[in-house]
C-alpha cells in the first residue's frame, strides 16, 4: 500500500538541481554571448563620436582660415622657449593654444567672449631645466588668474568618449587646472623649445608641419595636398613622461601632437607589460581605439590611421610642403 | 543532462573566443645587438635609440646597455630586433647630479638627472651615428671617446 501524502496543497513537482544548474547555465552562455557584442557596440559609437568631434574641429579651423585668410597658430606668446632680450621670442608672454582663437567657431562663444586673448593663460616664463632662461625678450601679460580659471572649462567636442584618462592636465604655472584634451594641432615636437629658441615653425624651413608657435599656414600653402597632410591628431589624455594637452594653455611639452615616431606607442614599467591608453611620452599620437588613431587631414576628413604606419611615412605625412606624396593606411 | 550543460557551456566558450584576435600585417625583423664603449670602458644604463631613416619600415627600436655594455635593441612593442634599413643612432646616458644612475620608473622630463654624452651622439635629431641593419649587418659596436664620465 502506497503512502498517502497528507497535505492540503496540490501536488507539484519541484525542479531538480541538474535542471536549475543546465538553466543557469544557458543563461550565463547568453549573457557572456551578448556582453562583448555589447560593449563593441558601445565602442563602435563611441570611436564614431570620437570621429565626428574631429570633424567638427577640422570644420572650426576651415571656418577660421575662410574669415582670416589663414589657419589658426598652434599657440602665441610662448614663455619657455630660450630667447634673449632682442631675440626670436614674442614681446607678450601668453603661453596661449590656438584653440582659444577657434573657439567662435565652435558654438563656444559664451566662453570665448569670457577669455582674455591679450593676457597670459600661464604664467611660465622659465626654461624647463639647467638654467634655461626662457623668453627674455617677452614680458607676461596680466595675470593668469581669469583665463585660468576658465581652463578647467570642459569641452565635449575636445574629448573623446573612448578615453577614461586623466581630466585635468598634469602641467600648469599659475593657471588653473585645465581641462584635458584629446585632440590638438599637429606641431613638431621641436617646437617644445626645451632648450632652444622660440617661434621655430616661424624660421623652420621646407619641413614644416601645418602648426607651430605664431604659424600661419594658408591651405593653399600645403603643396603636397591637403588630403594627404595631417591637421589635427589624436591622442590620450594619459601620458607617462610629460603632460597631456589643454585647449587653454601651452607649455614646454605641451605644445601639440607629433605622430613622427610612431602611434600608440605606450608606457611599459621595468619588468611590466605595456599600458594601454597611457602614452610613453608627451606629443605622441595615440587612441585607446585598438591599432591605431584618428587623424583629420588637411582637407577636413577624418582618417583611421594605423599604428602599423612607419614612422618615415607619418613624418611625411606631418610635414605640409616636402615635395613627397604619401600614403599612409 | 549533464552532457547537454556541458557541451553547450563549452561552446559558449568557444563562440566568446572567436573575434578577439587581431592580426596586424607583420614586418620580418633583424636582431640587432652590440656593446657601448667610452674610452675603451664599457657603459652601462645607456639608451641606445634606433631611429628610422628614409624608406625604412617600422618605428625603429631602444635597448638599455647591461653592465658589460651590450645592448639588444627592441621595437617599442616590445620585439626583438628592427627592420631592415637605414638607422640614426642615438646613444644617450642620464645621471643624476651626484653621478648616480636615475630611477627607471621615474619619467625622465621629471627627473633630476641630465644627459652625459655629447648633442652629437646623444640627440635623436643630431646624432652623427649610423647603421645600416641588413641580413648579414646587425652587430654594431659603438666605441665612444669623450669627456663624458
Redesign the interface.
Known sequence: MMPLVVSDRPFRKAFTL??L??VI??I??LI??LV?AVQKVREAANRMSCTNNLKQLALACHSYESANGKLPPAGKGYGWCSSAAGGSGDTAILNMSGWVLVLAYLEQTALDSQVNKSACFSDLNTG???GFTGNLNGTVAGTPATNGALSATVIKTFQCPSDFGRATVEYNSGGGAGSAINYDFIASR?DAGLGSGCNIWRNGGTNRYMFGENSNTRLTDVLDGTSNTFMIGETCRNV???SNLSWAYRSW?MTGVDPN??LN??Y???GGT?QAGNL?S?GQAGSVH??GANFAMGDASVRFVRD?N???TLLRACAMADGTINVVD | MRNVSCSMMSAGILLLGIGCGSSQPTIALVPVSGLVTLDGSPVDQAKVTFVPQLETKGNGGWAITDASGKYTIKTPQGAVGVPMGDYKVAISRRLNPDGSLPNPDEPPIESKARETLPLGVSDESKTTLKANVSATSKQFDWPLKGKGK
Open positions: 541538474i535542471e544548474l543546465v547555465a544557458i550565463a552562455v557572456g554571448l562583448p624647463w631645466c639647467c621641436s607617462w613622461n610629460g611639452v615616431g610612431g606607442i605606450w611599459t614599467p621595468t605595456a610613453s608627451w585598438t591599432g602599423s612607419s614612422s618615415t
